[in-house]
């Protein structure tokens, strides 16, 4: 793995306007990251902007408006991740809890439709003769297959937060923050953010036109499905500025005062999560990768339904199908991973002889975990990386994750610019995206590729960084400071969960869990103070290492929960 350098954030905290309230500890770790009063700490639903300033949104409400008068059907095509599924359950429980009777949704099979609402989905929604295809975390790039659906009758909303491309399909209304000309400033809200907005809209034009009361129907509280906005925003890793902060925020705490949909509670249950004590990582870790399993091996619709599931007792068994699906999906990513581990040693060649943007393929890998293996592989030599899969219909999957400093779907863009024909399709976000092209175009792509990030990047970008908020004194090393830090978030992408560095003296060290390593540590020779640490998946040709009598650590702080037991320790991060 590449060494990274160590960085200290900076904060200035003259500029900053914090009320007394916010310990200084948690100012200069706010003002680190971009926040620099309490209004950017928001975190009730009041602190939230309107709806109204979405492009599209108007015409959006207008559309499903004159549906709901006229009961027409309606039919969700959702994208096969956990965004794609929380996006799908949220507007299928707010559609039919406004007064919608028909409504379903469908989602693609990844292998046999591909992403998105394609012409050959259109043939597949056909079957159920729906008046509006609604799409929820797809759409914004399905030109040809808008084309199709408003060819065979069908009206089509699109709800999305994918980048657009150069061309914008037909649709009778498309909300995206992100399409050219919209001015709200959530630019990154999830596809579950989106369609979030889109049911408040229009459940306030329904109130105002008087539905509600005239129906003698119970007006929804959009507050009950939270808990599906925050699974899906976290998951999906999207930035958490103050818009999504809030939408995690009041999910979590729907979620710990035991309020959350009993497909979400099933799938903590069976990850050993305590709902009272959930943090956002525990939705990226425990729920979202049970979830995203269904639609990287099988079919997503396991995890809709178990979302949808009201019968805590059906939904433990969706749940249960989860877990065994995301076991199946580990076993699967660790030989995936193995092997490309394995070709890169092949090729002999050191981190400063590897192609800038690299690309790895094997006819055996699976579709559905490519992106993982990509992930992993990019933090392992800190360089953009696609890895491909054979699609079995003359052409290869991939699926590409990027580094700081290069924005991986403009890339894409520019390489197709390049080379016309190239590339069959592609989209995604800056960080990650997905692509298409056919067998024989391979060995061409991996130097248009490569050629592309080096016209991006310089060195430097290669160079791992890990960025710490400095060396915490040691009468804040207690568990009230890790209290403090555990309530202060929600932490996540761009916002992250403070990292603090410093020395330490090693009592005693051990292996646990095969490659786990369980420290006792000494803040100073006296020993007057021990905390315990654990380093998860280190190089056990490294340590224990009896020779180490003190280490450099890079680490967060925790709570650990033992036999009902509340102590502090520190989750290393990097050690040296």
């Not at 060649?349 to 992106?371: R, S």
Request: proline share 5%; net charge negative; aromatic share 6%.
């Amino acid at each position: 793995m590449t060494k990274p350098h160590i960085t200290r954030r900076t904060a200035d905290l003259t500029q900053c306007e914090f009320s007394s309230s916010v310990p200084p500890l948690l100012q200069r770790i706010y003002a680190a990251r971009g926040a620099e009063n309490d209004r950017a700490l928001a975190r009730t639903l009041q602190g939230l902007p309107g709806p109204d300033g979405l492009l599209g949104i108007g015409e959006a409400v207008v559309l499903l408006e004159q549906a709901i008068n006229e009961q027409q059907s309606i039919l969700i095509i959702g994208d096969f991740d956990a965004d794609g599924a929380t996006s799908t359950a949220l507007t299928l429980l707010a559609l039919r809890a406004m007064g919608f009777s028909r409504v379903d949704y469908i989602v693609p099979n990844r292998f046999e439709y591909g992403y998105g609402l394609t012409p050959e989905i259109v043939e597949l929604a056909k079957q159920q003769t729906p008046d509006l295809i609604i799409t929820v975390d797809n759409g914004i790039s399905s030109v040809s297959g808008v084309e199709a659906a408003k060819a065979a009758g069908i009206k089509v909303l699109i709800t999305d937060h994918h980048l657009p491309g150069a061309q914008l399909p037909k649709a009778d209304a498309i909300v995206n923050p992100n399409q050219h000309g919209c001015e709200f400033p959530g630019k990154n809200l999830a596809g579950v953010g989106v369609v979030f907005y889109l049911m408040s809209a229009l459940r306030k034009r329904l109130r105002e036109h008087g539905w509600f009361a005239d129906q003698q129907r119970v007006e929804p509280n959009m507050a009950e499905w939270l808990d599906l906005v925050a699974l899906g925003t976290v998951a999906d890793v999207v930035t958490l500025d103050t818009i999504n902060r809030i939408l995690v925020y009041q999910g979590l705490q729907r979620i710990r005062a035991g309020k959350s949909r009993p497909g979400i509670q099933a799938l903590l249950d069976l990850a050993g999560r305590d709902c009272s004590r959930l943090v956002a990582s525990d939705l990226g870790f425990a729920i979202g990768p049970r979830l995203n399993a269904a639609g990287r091996l099988d079919d997503m619709s396991i995890g809709i339904q178990c979302l949808l599931e009201t019968d805590p007792y059906i939904a433990r068994e969706y749940a249960l199908q989860l877990d065994e699906l995301n076991r199946d999906r580990r076993v699967i990513e660790a030989d995936m991973q193995r092997e490309a581990l394995l070709a890169l040693e092949q090729l002999h060649l050191d981190e400063q002889k590897l192609p800038w943007g690299l690309c790895l393929f094997d006819a055996n890998w699976h579709q559905g975990v490519v992106g993982l293996l990509a992930s992993r592989i990019k933090d392992r030599v800190h360089r953009p990386v696609i890895v491909f899969a054979d699609a079995d219909n003359g052409e290869y999957k991939g699926s590409a994750r990027s580094i700081k400093g290069l924005h991986i779907r403009d890339a894409l863009d520019a390489v197709a610019s390049r080379h016309p024909g190239l590339i069959s399709k592609f989209g995604g976000h800056a960080m990650a995206a997905g692509l298409s092209l056919p067998k024989d175009h391979y060995l061409k792509f991996v130097d248009a590729f490569d050629a592309e990030v080096r016209r991006l990047l310089t060195p430097a970008d290669l160079e791992a960084e890990i960025l710490t908020d400095g060396v915490l004194d040691t009468t804040e090393l207690n568990i009230d400071t890790a209290q403090l830090l555990r309530e202060a978030g929600p932490w996540g992408q761009h916002f992250p969960e403070p990292l603090f560095e410093g020395e330490f003296h090693i009592v005693q060290q051990r292996i646990v869990g095969e490659k786990h390593l369980k420290l006792v540590l000494a803040t100073d020779a006296s020993r007057s103070q021990l905390i315990d640490a654990i380093a998860f998946n280190v190089d056990t040709d490294c340590w224990p290492d009896p020779a180490a009598d003190q280490v450099r650590l890079i680490y967060k702080l925790d709570i650990n929960l033992w036999r009902g037991r509340e102590s502090m320790q520190l989750l290393v991060e990097h050690l040296a």
